[in-house]
T-cell receptor, first 114, second 117 residues
């Protein structure tokens, strides 16, 4: 069974600074997807970024980028120019290719300091 | 439109009540999901419907009964719940695997906050 580990229960960053959230996972599969989801205090879970395991290039979405290290099974999220609206719980998640089931990490609560 | 709509937003029920949660999407997704989320915890998968058929049941107690009447609608019927069932119930939808990539991105609703007294 796949597992996802987020070792930082809480993180904080000054507004406009950069922060990196860590995620490691364990799998014996070669084809899979990794996701970062954001859940603000208003509760709705929103996809931040997605990485396909067969792609070596790291995914980016505006201020959000990932550092995907397949051999190390590491998938960290970097948030540049942090904004107050980035405050949320961030969940790292894994899915096998062709499988609907998402495995979530325990989450990292990110606080933005004005 | 990437919206998944859940109703009601809040629900309070007694242990003898019967109630239903509703979820709707119009993105053409053929996979729909129910999750349970306790405070400060990740969502826990309960059920998955693929093409309106139940494909995954994560050993959920029978007091939770899912239903998928059509490709846009997903219900969760609740009966004889326990106080420990109080949680945020999230619905999600995605394309099904035979659509290939984009890797089954799941779109979530805002949830129903359920309190069982």
């Amino acid at each position: 069974a796949q597992t996802v580990t987020q070792s930082q229960p809480e993180m904080s960053v000054q507004e406009a600074e950069t922060v990196t959230l860590s995620c490691t996972y364990d799998t014996s599969e070669s084809d899979y997807y990794l996701f970062w989801y954001k859940q603000p205090p208003s509760r709705q879970m929103i996809l931040v970024i997605r990485q396909e395991a067969y792609k070596q290039q790291n995914a980016t979405e505006n201020r959000f980028s990932v550092n995907f290290q397949k051999a190390a099974k590491s998938f960290s999220l970097k948030i540049s120019d942090s904004q107050l609206g980035d405050a949320a719980m961030y969940f790292c998640a894994y899915a096998n290719f062709g499988n609907e089931k998402l495995t979530f990490g325990t989450g990292t609560r990110l606080t933005i300091i004005p | 439109d990437t919206e998944v709509t859940q109703t009601p937003k809040h629900l309070v029920m007694g242990m003898t009540n019967k109630k239903s949660l509703k979820c709707e999407q119009h993105m053409g997704h053929r996979a729909m999901y129910w999750y349970k989320q306790k405070a400060k915890k990740p969502p826990e998968l309960m059920f998955v419907y693929s093409y309106e058929k139940l494909s995954i049941n994560e050993s959920v107690p029978s007091r939770f009964s899912p239903e998928c009447p059509n490709s846009s609608l997903l219900n969760l019927h609740l009966h004889a719940l326990q106080p420990e069932d109080s949680a945020l119930y999230l619905c999600a939808s995605s394309h099904y695997r035979d659509r290939g990539p984009p890797g089954n991105i799941q779109y979530f609703g805002a949830g129903t906050r359920l309190s069982v007294l």
